[in-house]
């Protein structure tokens, strides 16, 4: 048995099954993946169904895994942390189903976690040095947020997306341009063989003194670019085109979450979201940062994607803050939004 607050997590929202144990919130026993990108890829996305029946099959094997490789066993656990949305309401239930059967026949704590919550405290994972106040940008497919962390376990939303997230951008451009599933990793990898400057493409939102983002009119740009070149007849330059529409998202990120860490005077800024796995994004808020100052951070590769391990991360500090059980009601929220 190990010492200390052992929360078992459990991520289902998209297309990995994932369990987790966690120690005290930073420290990770196990983390257990079973992806079924191989199954998703030839139809160009996640298709719910199959994920769905994957999740099924997998859950109860992921999850005795993780509490092998973590050296414990159900009576050791003091939490149980599952995701109950955003995501494919599908995927989430069964998830859901596993948490509560857990919690309910080793009398344990049920904790809801917000997906995109998990995704932030994958942070507190890799840095266990942070601590807060701290600005946090969180980009994924679904959101693009910027936080402020005045303390664990709370949160103030200072600006969002009023309309596409940056990596729905991203998975859009990429199907269009016809690249390859996932978009993010993608047109990055293209866009290293790329002309940033080659095509001019507008930074939305990037002057306003909002922290609010918008990429829908971004990738209008570029869907008009893509059928006015073809009507042209002219050849479309993959890499520039990658390496522009890159740019220019990064660019408004960059904006606001440098003008957030300025306005709330923070020493740390982090990033979250299966996009802070962009390269050019990482590279640029580094540079913006470090020369006035501003620590920055973001998790390591695996910690970046679908994980049980920020699941079990963000319900320790979560439990610690508000002590809040979730009832055996819970239901998956598959549009749920941060607060």
């Not at 048995?1 to 005290?24: P, Q, Y």
């Not at 570029?222 to 520039?240: A, C, F, H, M, T």
């Not at 003008?259 to 580094?286: C, F, M, P, T, W």
Request: glycine content about 8%; some cysteine.
């Amino acid at each position: 048995m190990s010492e200390g607050f052992l929360t078992l997590g459990i991520e289902s929202s998209c297309d990995e099954t994932s369990a987790a144990v966690v120690k005290n919130g930073k420290q990770v026993l196990s983390n257990v993946i079973a992806s079924q990108i191989d199954w998703h890829r030839k139809f160009g996305g996640v298709v719910p169904e199959i994920a769905s029946r994957k999740h099924v099959e997998l859950m109860n094997p992921v999850i005795e895994e993780a509490l092998v490789k973590a050296g414990v066993d159900f009576t050791d656990l003091s939490a149980v942390a599952v995701t109950y949305g955003p995501g494919l309401v599908g995927g989430l239930l069964v998830g859901i189903a596993a948490a509560k059967s857990i919690a309910y026949t080793h009398d344990l704590p049920l904790v809801a976690v917000n997906h995109i919550e998990g995704h932030i405290y994958a942070n507190f994972i890799s840095h266990p040095q942070l601590e807060p106040p701290v600005v946090c940008l969180t980009v994924s497919g679904g959101h693009t947020d910027l936080l402020y962390f005045e303390e664990l376990g709370t949160y103030q939303i200072l600006g969002r997306t009023r309309d596409d997230a940056a990596g729905e951008a991203f998975d859009k451009i990429a199907r269009v341009m016809e690249i390859g599933y996932p978009g993010g990793p993608a047109i990055d990898k293209l866009a290293t063989a790329g002309d940033a400057e080659a095509i001019d493409l507008p930074r939305p939102l990037v002057d306003e003194a909002s922290y609010d983002f918008s990429f829908s009119g971004l990738k209008t740009a570029v869907l008009n670019y893509i059928n006015n070149q073809k009507q042209r007849g002219e050849e479309i330059s993959k890499p520039d085109l990658a390496a522009s529409f890159q740019q220019a998202v990064v660019d408004v990120l960059k904006s606001k979450v440098t003008k957030a860490a300025y306005d709330k005077e923070v020493n740390q800024v982090i990033l979250s979201g299966g996009v802070a796995a962009n390269s050019q994004l990482q590279r640029e808020l580094e540079k913006e940062l470090t020369k006035v100052g501003i620590e920055f951070c973001y998790p390591e590769l695996k910690l970046c994607t679908d994980n049980a391990a920020m699941i079990a991360s963000a319900g320790y500090f979560n439990w610690q803050h508000n002590k809040e059980e979730a009832p055996f009601t819970l239901n998956a929220n598959p549009s749920l939004k941060l607060k």
